[in-house]
């Protein structure tokens, strides 16, 4: 019998992991009759992938199908699939139909007893709202779950919040929020698109430059790195212009786009300065300082002085004169 798929098997009631084994089976590349054999919201995700796994290892549909039963748990369906590839026939549990009947009348006593003592109130219905079906984060920075939540009602609801995680690499992730109470179960997908949208940074080796008007110049020499926080290294796309004005200050752009379309900028600033010749020194007379000696000492010298004396005279042998007389004239 050809079973044709059923796309309203994915429902909103399905859950995540009950998606996923549909998914795997497509991977694996099951047929539609294979794939509807365990696609059905009676299943819980752990009996499904017991299922395609034995469909997968090519056993015998019709045999997977008396042992697919909603009433089997996972653990006993992999035993019995165990069981079908030795070549043996396991034994397939009859559908408790007591138990469920027993579990109805319980039911019903229940609530006739709750009715005839006036405990049947309306009970507050468990709800939750998130603030949007999907949000924007940039990559980077950290997914809180705990933001999205708008309100909840339901007393004793119990809230299971997704996991925490950091935003990689641009792309669209699906996380579940699940609120337990009063025997109900409300469920909320919101889908999380990671974005690139930061900039790339441009690093120069400085901010300013002073060149002579007739000296080369390269824009490239100025530049030290281009980061981006997705992409890594983008320093050797990064653009600028080697051409100068006359102008004395001016500004030299530079410009690098990342993968998502994020532009980065930086600029540099050039100043003209001009040659100053340097003027031959002119020679200066040398300044003569006086250098000071100390005072000649007058050596005291010793003379002898030698004084003539005079002969004295022999008055023995001298003649004495007789006074001449004047002459009369």
Not at 32 to 45: G, P, Q, R
Request: charged share 25%; with cysteine; net charge negative.
């Amino acid at each position: 019998m050809m079973v044709h798929w059923n796309p309203l098997l994915e429902q909103d009631w399905m859950s995540v992991l009950q998606r996923t084994e549909i998914e795997q089976g497509r991977k694996a590349e099951l047929s539609e009759e294979e794939i509807a054999l365990y696609a059905d919201h009676t299943f819980n995700y752990l009996q499904m992938a017991a299922i395609r796994k034995a469909l997968e290892k090519g056993l015998d549909i019709e045999q997977i199908r008396s042992i697919a039963k909603p009433w089997i748990p996972s653990w006993q369906m992999e035993e019995m699939m165990e069981e079908l590839e030795r070549g043996e026939s396991p034994e397939i549990p009859a559908r408790p139909w007591k138990i469920q009947r027993l579990l109805v009348g319980i039911g019903i006593l229940f609530v006739v007893g709750c009715a005839l003592s006036a405990c049947l109130q309306p009970q507050e219905e468990v709800a939750l709202e998130l603030t949007a079906s999907e949000v924007r984060i940039s990559s980077g920075s950290e997914f809180d779950p705990s933001n999205y939540v708008k309100q909840m009602s339901g007393r004793d609801a119990t809230l299971f919040l997704p996991d925490k995680f950091t935003a990689g690499l641009p792309g669209t992730k699906l996380v579940q929020y699940r609120l337990e109470g009063n025997g109900m179960t409300v469920k909320k997908n919101l889908r999380v698109e990671i974005v690139d949208d930061i900039e790339p940074e441009i690093y120069l080796t400085a901010g300013k430059a002073e060149l002579l008007r007739e000296a080369p110049f390269s824009c490239h020499t100025y530049l030290r790195q281009a980061i981006d926080n997705v992409d890594g290294d983008l320093t050797k796309k990064v653009t600028c212009s080697d051409f100068l004005s006359e102008d004395e200050n001016q500004q030299v752009e530079y410009r690098v786009t990342d993968s998502s379309g994020n532009i980065g900028t930086a600029s540099l600033e050039v100043h003209f300065v001009e040659l100053i010749k340097e003027e031959e020194p002119v020679p200066m007379t040398p300044v003569i300082t006086p250098i000071r000696t100390p005072a000649p000492v007058n050596e005291v010298r010793e003379e002898t002085v030698y004084e003539e004396v005079a002969a004295q005279p022999d008055w023995e042998n001298v003649t004495i004169m007789e006074e001449e007389q004047p002459l009369l004239s």
